[in-house]
Protein backbone atom coordinates (compact mmCIF):
# COMPACT_ATOMS: atom_id res chain seq x y z
CA UNK A 1 0.00 0.00 0.00
CA UNK A 2 1.22 3.81 -0.90
CA UNK A 3 1.16 6.30 1.92
CA UNK A 4 -0.89 9.70 0.84
CA UNK A 5 2.04 11.39 2.07
CA UNK A 6 4.53 9.83 -0.39
CA UNK A 7 5.66 12.66 -2.83
CA UNK A 8 4.73 11.08 -6.63
CA UNK A 9 7.94 10.48 -8.47
CA UNK A 10 9.02 13.53 -10.72
CA UNK A 11 7.14 13.25 -14.26
CA UNK A 12 10.50 12.87 -16.67
CA UNK A 13 10.32 16.54 -18.56
CA UNK A 14 10.74 15.00 -22.64
CA UNK A 15 12.19 17.01 -24.53
CA UNK A 16 11.61 17.80 -28.20
CA UNK A 17 15.25 16.57 -30.46
CA UNK A 18 17.19 19.21 -32.42
CA UNK A 19 15.79 17.38 -35.44
CA UNK A 20 12.30 17.54 -34.80
CA UNK A 21 12.57 21.44 -33.26
CA UNK A 22 13.67 22.08 -37.23
CA UNK A 23 11.39 20.76 -38.70
CA UNK A 24 8.29 22.19 -36.69
CA UNK A 25 10.33 25.81 -37.54
CA UNK A 26 10.16 24.76 -41.04
CA UNK A 27 6.69 23.83 -41.39
CA UNK A 28 5.51 27.33 -39.96
CA UNK A 29 7.56 28.97 -41.97
CA UNK A 30 6.08 26.99 -45.17
CA UNK A 31 2.77 27.82 -43.64
CA UNK A 32 3.56 31.45 -43.20
CA UNK A 33 4.86 31.89 -46.60
CA UNK A 34 1.67 30.09 -48.23
CA UNK A 35 -0.19 32.26 -46.16
CA UNK A 36 1.30 35.78 -47.95
CA UNK A 37 1.52 34.28 -50.99
CA UNK A 38 -2.35 33.17 -51.15
CA UNK A 39 -2.91 37.17 -49.73
CA UNK A 40 -1.08 38.68 -52.58
CA UNK A 41 -2.73 36.25 -55.02
CA UNK A 42 -6.70 36.46 -53.88
CA UNK A 43 -7.65 38.13 -57.15
CA UNK A 44 -10.45 36.13 -59.46
CA UNK A 45 -8.74 34.62 -62.28
CA UNK A 46 -10.65 33.23 -66.02
CA UNK A 47 -9.54 29.42 -66.65
CA UNK A 48 -10.11 27.83 -69.80
CA UNK A 49 -9.54 24.10 -70.47
CA UNK A 50 -11.20 21.72 -72.98
CA UNK A 51 -14.13 23.88 -73.62
CA UNK A 52 -14.15 24.63 -69.67
CA UNK A 53 -14.35 28.20 -68.37
CA UNK A 54 -14.62 28.91 -64.56
CA UNK A 55 -13.67 32.11 -62.30
CA UNK A 56 -11.46 31.50 -59.19
CA UNK A 57 -8.92 33.44 -57.29
CA UNK A 58 -5.32 32.41 -58.32
CA UNK A 59 -4.29 30.84 -55.39
CA UNK A 60 -6.73 28.12 -55.82
CA UNK A 61 -5.69 27.55 -59.28
CA UNK A 62 -1.79 27.47 -58.05
CA UNK A 63 -2.73 25.35 -55.40
CA UNK A 64 -4.97 22.87 -57.47
CA UNK A 65 -2.27 22.49 -60.05
CA UNK A 66 0.20 21.68 -57.34
CA UNK A 67 -1.99 19.23 -55.93
CA UNK A 68 -2.47 17.43 -59.68
CA UNK A 69 1.24 17.62 -59.99
CA UNK A 70 1.43 15.76 -56.54
CA UNK A 71 -0.79 13.00 -57.53
CA UNK A 72 0.39 12.60 -60.76
CA UNK A 73 4.27 12.04 -59.37
CA UNK A 74 2.94 9.62 -56.48
CA UNK A 75 0.90 7.49 -58.67
CA UNK A 76 4.12 7.67 -61.11
CA UNK A 77 6.24 6.43 -58.09
CA UNK A 78 4.16 3.81 -56.98
CA UNK A 79 3.82 2.25 -60.80
CA UNK A 80 7.68 2.28 -60.84
CA UNK A 81 7.78 0.39 -57.12
CA UNK A 82 5.48 -1.59 -58.12
CA UNK A 83 7.74 -2.74 -61.82
CA UNK A 84 10.69 -2.67 -59.51
CA UNK A 85 8.98 -5.05 -57.21
CA UNK A 86 7.68 -8.09 -59.67
CA UNK A 87 11.16 -7.66 -61.29
CA UNK A 88 12.30 -8.86 -58.28
CA UNK A 89 10.21 -11.65 -57.99
CA UNK A 90 11.13 -12.66 -61.41
CA UNK A 91 14.23 -13.08 -60.30
Request: aromatic share 6%; net charge neutral.
Amino acid sequence: MTDEHTPAPAEEKRSLRPATVVKLILAVLVIVVIAIFAGQNSERTELEFLGWSFRSPLIIMILGAALAGIVVWEAFLALNRRTRRRGDDAE
